[in-house]
């Protein structure tokens, strides 16, 4: 961990495991490594990064106009699987912020991520930009395996990848816009809708927010193969669908989660397989629910491009 910190701080890129996907982090202050990142990721330059920090009481280095709405998220919430977003301090370069007003902060759950923002705050580390660690529009990893076969043609011998197991929710945080009276969800995760009105008292809100969320674009999250939902399989077909669901004759069954956790945990490792057996088409049947269901769903919708 502090040679890791170390690497960071002399401005090259660690790879490191979050509870939702790895990350591919940089020192969230220094232009040139975060640059690094948008050139490993082959990433448009003007797509905002979230930072990552050791603890709650960090965001204020990092935003301003905080809402008491985002105090009850982040006291219940983190380390989690949630990202805030806050209109930005001057900490907060239009490096990081892709030159919007607003920052996205997240205390991850993971004791590796815990243990490396840690470490680099000690070195004088203000927080660690890392987006999903996969080329741009890709599958996220989940494993350290999976960061390596994405990124290894791309990192150099000074970057690392840390090892700390596979992901155990599987799909990336929540992201919550709290600049408006009420929070507005930018993108799905394990944090449900029904979580964030429980702990703030508050509807979410359902208005069209004008900010960009890079994973809102069509085409994102995507394998080689074709991903088809909720079709009939022809034989020769990837497969993955809740166990109860009986495998149709001839596919290759590639997942069988026993619920929606499950499903989530496996299921960009079971789209990173079928790739690896040269499926050329996975069909997914999609599971049903407000919890982590309706992640599973948005991601699914952008990995089949709306097949
Ligand atoms: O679970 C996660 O959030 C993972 C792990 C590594 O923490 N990270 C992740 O990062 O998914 P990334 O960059 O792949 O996706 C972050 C999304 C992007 O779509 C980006 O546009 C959005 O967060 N985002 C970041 N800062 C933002 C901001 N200031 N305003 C709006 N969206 C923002
Ligand atoms: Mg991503």
Redesign the pocket.
């Known amino acids: 961990m502090a040679r890791a910190a170390q690497v960071l701080k002399s401005g090259a890129l660690v790879a490191f495991p979050t509870e939702t996907v790895y990350g591919l982090g940089a020192d969230a202050t220094n232009a040139a490594a975060v640059a690094r990142i948008y050139q490993v990721k082959g990433r448009p330059a003007d797509h905002p990064l979230i930072v990552h920090l050791s603890e709650m009481h960090d965001i204020s280095d990092w935003s301003e106009d905080i809402p008491d709405y985002a105090i009850a998220l982040a006291r219940n919430f983190w380390p989690g699987p949630m990202t805030l977003i806050f209109k930005r301090s001057a900490l907060a370069q239009d490096f990081i912020t892709g030159a919007q007003d607003t920052v996205g902060v997240r205390v991850p759950n993971h004791p590796v991520a815990l243990a490396l923002l840690a470490e680099f705050k000690q070195l004088g580390g203000k927080g660690i930009a890392a987006?999903?660690a996969?080329r741009f529009g890709h599958v996220?990893p989940t494993s350290a395996q999976a960061v390596s076969e994405e990124l290894e043609d791309y990192l150099n011998p000074s970057d690392l990848i840390l090892d700390g197991g596979a992901s155990s929710v599987g799909v990336?945080s929540t992201i919550i816009d709290c600049t408006g009276t009420l929070p507005h969800i930018l993108r799905p995760g394990a944090i449900s809708e029904a979580m964030i009105s429980e702990v703030t008292g508050l509807e979410v809100s359902k208005e069209d927010s004008t900010i960009r969320v890079s994973?809102s674009l069509e085409n994102h999250y995507s394998p080689s193969a074709e991903v088809l939902l909720d079709k009939a399989p022809n034989p020769g077909d990837g497969f993955i669908a809740l166990s109860d669901i009986a495998t149709p004759p001839g596919v290759v069954r590639i997942a069988s989660p026993k619920n929606n956790e499950e499903f989530a945990r496996v299921l960009y490792a079971a789209l990173r397989s079928a790739d690896q057996q040269s499926l050329t088409r996975v069909v997914v049947h999609q599971p049903s629910g407000d919890d982590i269901a309706v992640a599973i769903r948005d991601r699914l919708l952008r990995a089949s491009r709306g097949r």
Do not use: I
């Open positions: 987006p999903s996969n996220s990336e994973g």
